[in-house]
């Protein structure tokens, strides 16, 4: 409601009328001061008029702003700037005007009043009244000073000096008294220090010592205690994994002689095969010879050969089977030869597989082994396949063989006994000469599988063992370092400790010895400024006491 009033009543207002009004209020204060200066006195009005008159200023500045500010429209910022330019106007001419008038009052004031006034305050002339009540004055201040120094009250300068000299009395005994006292009690204290500095000097720079090596192990085994402590579980954990590692060399070593003993079963097997079928390739050769003799034998028999001629083909188709059997097992033969040298090179590449494992780490090379192992063991199991099967082809074909000639004779046995006679005794040598061949051919097969197939493990044992041998030497070698050099670190850490602990002692010593020296030194010279600050206020005590 006040802030509307204000504002109603500033806008009504025009800016020159308060520009008017605040001049001439401001000289209105500047004529009474300059009244009030010329009757020579120094009132309050006069001393605070030039802050009015700022103050004024500064007041119809803020006035002149807000009238412009009343006046002026968004809107219409063309139309209302005339009126915000003359409350500015208002503003900085009441300002100025107000500086001004402050600045001519303060100097009038310095210049003119002040002088009137230092005049006004001094006499006409001078007569004897002046002069009486001047020397009154004087003897009424000798009187009063005349009875603070020689009156006889205890606030005077001689009843003070009295009470002093008392007091001084008073304190120069307590003085002497305090001062043997003390000195008593110094040489009584200064006796019982030097004894026990004598008797206990030495036990407690050893409690000391001996608190200071006793702190120095407890913080060298919280410090170290925990790495020796670690180290010795390296040392324990290496032990184990030693002997884990030789459990597992143990059980590498156990897997591969099965695998080296499957695979001597496997060349025992492959080598009987071989010899079988060279055999089977000899017996196949003399059963073309015989063969080429049954038709002279046949000769013989022409009427009995044609009235058999069909059971002559149907042999003779048997023959052509047999021929064939004889074929597969010739083209079996180089397919065996060609699985062999494949597995030679298996092993090969499982043998460098081995090596290089081996060297890499002790860790890959159970893994290495075990998969070197698994390809034996399938190889073994292809091997092992294959001859079974070749076995399993060929006693089938003799099975059939055997089947089919038998058949064959009896039917020639039907026919004639003159032909069943001499037809028996050629089946007989034939089956003789063929069994023979296939017993001759299943060992020298064997023993060509059991030679190669003991040479490829000789090769690999002793690879093997070597391998092993020289990543046992490793082993050793570097457990051997890693003992040594876990051993010269426990014996430097422990000379550098025992260095350490004599350098700390020397420094203790040394250390005790100039604290000892520094506190006798300060102790020597705090008795000897005690002593002089005691004889200087003495002295200076004496001093006062005679004058």
């Not at 003390?182 to 040489?187: I, R, Y």
């Not at 069994?435 to 040479?455: C, D, N, W």
């Not at 044992?461 to 426990?490: C, F, P």
């Not at 020397?506 to 250390?511: G, I, L, P, V, Y």
């Amino acid at each position: 409601m006040i802030g509307s009033f204000l504002e109603s009543m500033l806008t009504s207002a025009s800016a020159s009328s308060v520009t008017e009004i605040f001049i001439w209020l401001m000289l209105v204060i500047v004529m009474i001061a300059v009244r009030e200066g010329k009757s020579g006195r120094q009132g309050l009005f006069l001393e605070h008029a030039p802050a009015v008159l700022v103050s004024l200023g500064i007041l119809g500045t803020f006035v002149g702003i807000v009238i412009g500010l009343l006046d002026f429209d968004a809107h219409d910022i063309k139309g209302s700037i005339e009126g915000l330019l003359d409350g500015l106007r208002t503003a900085f001419i009441t300002s100025l005007v107000g500086m001004t008038l402050s600045i001519a009052l303060k100097a009038l004031d310095a210049y003119w009043f002040a002088p009137a006034r230092s005049r006004s305050e001094l006499p006409d002339s001078i007569t004897p009244e002046h002069i009486h009540s001047v020397l009154t004055q004087q003897v009424k201040l000798l009187e009063g000073l005349n009875q603070s120094l020689a009156g006889n009250e205890e606030g005077s300068v001689a009843g003070q000096l009295k009470l002093m000299r008392s007091d001084v009395g008073d304190f120069r005994s307590a003085l002497d008294r305090t001062h043997r006292e003390f000195q008593d009690k110094l040489f009584v204290q200064l006796k019982q220090f030097g004894e026990m500095l004598a008797k206990s000097a030495t036990e407690t720079v050893i409690e000391a010592l001996r608190q200071v090596i006793q702190d120095f192990n407890r913080h060298l085994v919280e410090q170290f205690g925990d790495n020796f402590k670690a180290l010795n579980e390296s040392v324990v954990k290496m032990n184990e994994w030693q002997e884990l590692y030789k459990q597992h060399v143990e059980s590498l070593e156990a897997r591969i002689e099965l695998a080296i003993n499957e695979l001597e079963r496997t060349a025992t097997a492959n080598e009987a095969i071989s010899r079988s079928l060279s055999t089977s390739e000899q017996s196949i050769g003399t059963i073309e010879g015989h063969c080429q003799s049954i038709p002279m034998a046949i000769g013989q028999l022409e009427p009995v050969l044609q009235a058999n001629q069909r059971q002559v083909g149907v042999l003779e188709e048997h023959l052509g089977t047999f021929v064939t059997m004889r074929d597969r097992a010739i083209s079996a033969v180089p397919q065996l030869q060609q699985h062999m040298e494949t597995l030679s090179g298996q092993l090969a590449e499982g043998v460098k597989s081995v090596m290089t494992t081996m060297h890499e780490g002790a860790q890959e090379f159970g893994r290495s082994v075990d998969l070197t192992n698994a390809a034996l063991t399938e190889s073994a199991h292809v091997v092992s396949s294959k001859s079974e099967q070749i076995a399993e082809n060929m006693q089938d074909a003799a099975q059939e063989f055997g089947s089919s000639v038998r058949g064959t004779l009896d039917n020639m046995l039907d026919t004639s006994k003159t032909l069943e006679q001499q037809m028996g005794l050629v089946v007989e040598k034939t089956a003789s000469a063929m069994a023979e061949a296939f017993r001759q051919a299943t060992g020298k097969i064997q023993e060509g599988l059991t030679g190669s197939v003991e040479a490829t493990m000789n090769t690999l044992r002793s690879s093997v063992e070597g391998s092993l041998s020289h990543t046992e030497a490793q082993i050793q070698g570097s457990a051997n370092r890693t003992m040594g050099a876990v051993e010269a670190q426990v014996r430097e850490a422990t000379e550098r400790a025992g260095a350490s602990l004599q350098i700390q002692l020397n420094a203790m010593d040394q250390a005790i010895g100039r604290e000892l020296e520094k506190v006798f030194k300060e102790m020597g010279s705090a008795l000897a400024t005690i002593s002089r600050r005691i004889a200087d206020d003495h002295a200076e005590f004496t001093q006062r006491v005679r004058a």
